[in-house]
């Protein structure tokens, strides 16, 4: 059972949350792109082993979205953090995000994608 920690409620069940997404995708114009590429930004994501930030919702306690660090291979959770605010350095890696091929995220950040 993983435990998460809600950055308005503090650490709860994982019962209580649900999986958003990857943090951090920019969200295109829809209109500006071809039927592939539309389908390619809904279901082509970095799926990388390691830390990875994601966005999730605490569903059953406050209804808020946040961000947070969360190991793919062991579920390690690591620091979680509000949107729109600073990414903090991925776990285990003090030069920060995973990948060198620089992208700007939708909270207008540096990152990284893998």
């Known amino acids: ?10 650490l709860r069940n994982e019962t209580e949350f649900h999986y958003g997404a990857e943090a951090g995708v920019a969200y295109p114009e829809p209109n500006a792109l ?13 799926n990388p082993k390691g830390w990875l930030a994601e966005r999730w ?29 600073p990414r903090p350095k991925a776990p285990g890696n003090p030069q920060g995000p995973e990948s060198p091929d620089s992208y700007r995220d939708q909270e207008g950040q540096e990152g990284a994608r893998s």
Request: net charge positive; hydrophobic share 40%; aromatic share 16%.
């Open 34 to 46: 071809t039927d592939s590429e539309w389908a390619k930004y809904l279901h082509i994501r970095a």
């Open 1 to 10: 059972m993983l435990h998460i920690p809600c950055p308005h409620c503090g």
């Open 57 to 85: 919702v605490h569903f059953a306690g406050c209804g808020r979205w946040f961000n947070l660090w969360r190991n793919t291979i062991t579920h390690e959770i690591g620091p979680a953090y509000l949107p729109f605010t």
